[in-house]
């Protein structure tokens, strides 16, 4: 009985990793997790994705070791991780230059503090100077303030330090818009907001400074519609520069909203400038 289930599984198995190969080959964007496949499948699937000229998104959750990740790296696999899955720095240093010579990209998401807190028992997590060294080495950070508030004198810092590296600092920003948001855009930094921020007159006066920050910068603002805004307002925001991303339809198929809805799909934003999805703020 049990040699019967174990046939089964490795039939199952070998049907989904089959499954995997025959999408890379058929020519599309592919993203994986590492607990999905096997190292050799994952590795095959990526370098015949490239082959095809399409991107591989592999999501480490610290399944493979460092000498899988460089191979599927150097295979042309961009690395999506974070420091739930990885903290030793000289680790994330190395899979980066590993990246670029397999001409993919590596994004780091930092859910946890800046500072380490050694004695909250926070000793494995990553300090604020290691992540302005991987910024400067040209990783990709990504950063929240969901749970845990941010400092922008830090973020000023992480933004320009990225920006020397090639790189980007991307920013999720939860809550009201804040007059900090404006330098922090001007040193280089991609900030994503949803439309909750936009309460007051004063925040619409701010929104565009910040926008016209992010230009300057050669970055851009990215902005989530979750309960809609004025016509007019929208439309301007979107010919400021800002990226407007619909998430879902606000909107009924008479509705003049539908015009600025397919203007802001036209606008195509850059793969680098977000972790993974665009459905929702991190």
């Known amino acids: 009985m049990e040699e019967e289930i174990k046939r089964e599984r490795n039939s199952e198995f070998s049907k989904k990793a089959y499954s995997l190969l025959s999408w890379a080959n058929k020519g599309e964007n592919i993203t994986v997790r590492d607990d999905q496949y096997d190292f050799v499948w994952v590795l095959d699937s990526a370098k015949l994705c490239r082959k095809r000229g ?82 400067a080495n040209g990783i990709y950070l990504h950063l929240t303030n969901r749970k845990n508030k941010r400092d922008f004198s830090h973020l000023n810092q992480l933004a320009f330090a990225c920006r020397k590296g090639g790189s980007w600092l991307v920013y999720y920003h939860h809550g009201p818009l804040e007059a900090p948001l404006k330098e922090f855009a001007r040193n280089g930094a991609w900030i994503h907001i949803t439309d909750k921020s936009i309460k007051e007159s004063e925040d619409v006066s701010l929104l565009f400074d910040i926008i016209k920050s992010a230009r300057l910068a050669g970055t851009r603002l990215v902005l989530y519609l979750e309960k809609g805004l004025d016509f007019a307002l929208l439309r301007e925001i979107l010919g400021a520069g800002a990226f407007v991303l619909f998430n879902f339809s606000l909107f009924d198929y008479k509705s003049p ?20 999805y665009t459905h929702f703020l991190p």
Do not use: Q
Not at 87 to 115: Q, V, W
């Open 257 to 276: 909203f539908r015009n600025l809805e397919k203007e802001a799909k036209r606008k195509k934003l850059n793969f680098r400038a977000f972790y993974l």
């Open 54 to 135: 399409f991107r591989f998104r592999l999501i480490d959750t610290g399944k493979f070791c460092r000498s899988e990740l460089e191979w599927l790296a150097e295979a042309g696999a961009d690395l999506y991780t974070s420091d739930e899955a990885r903290s030793d720095t000289l680790e994330l240093e190395l899979l980066n230059k590993a990246c670029r010579r397999g001409r993919a990209f590596m994004a780091y998401f930092h859910y946890g503090p800046i500072e380490r807190r050694e004695s909250e028992g926070e000793s494995n997590s990553v300090s604020f100077s290691e992540l302005m060294n991987l910024g």
